[in-house]
């Protein structure tokens, strides 16, 4: 499978983005997805996990309550909504797909991953 992610961009801190990945490839439904974020001279860091159908989900301790991960299987596409974002979540977000049925946070685990969108907010 083949992802692109997008929709990042500059804000100002508390505001919003919304990021997308889009898959190519048949089998999207059967790859757990997540979103990974690295913020310079930083590790990367896993942020939000999704199911093959979307009904169980992970969210990093830092995010929840703030982002919003979603996809939809049919247009295979996977979203990340950010709400109330701070600047030092100012990263390269990855979209990332894994062969394992049990939800993962583990970057290990994830098969393939897109070319990554810069968020950056500013304060």
């Known amino acids: 499978v083949q992802l692109q992610a997008s929709g990042g961009g500059l804000v100002q801190a508390g505001g919003s983005l919304r990021l997308s990945c889009a898959a190519s490839g048949r089998t999207f439904s059967s790859y757990t997805m997540g979103w990974f974020r690295q913020a310079p001279e930083k590790e990367r860091e896993s942020v939000v996990a999704i199911s093959l159908n979307g009904g169980y989900t992970y969210y990093a301790d830092s995010v929840k309550g703030r982002f919003t991960v979603s996809r939809d299987n049919a247009k295979k596409t996977v979203y990340l909504q950010m709400n109330s974002l701070k600047p030092e979540e100012t990263a390269v977000y990855y979209c990332?797909?894994?062969?394992?049925?049990?939800?993962?946070?583990?970057?290990?685990?994830?098969?393939?991953w897109g070319q990554g969108t810069l968020v950056t907010v500013s304060s």
């Open positions: 990332a797909a894994s062969s394992r049925v049990i939800l993962s946070s583990t970057i290990n685990e994830y098969n393939y």
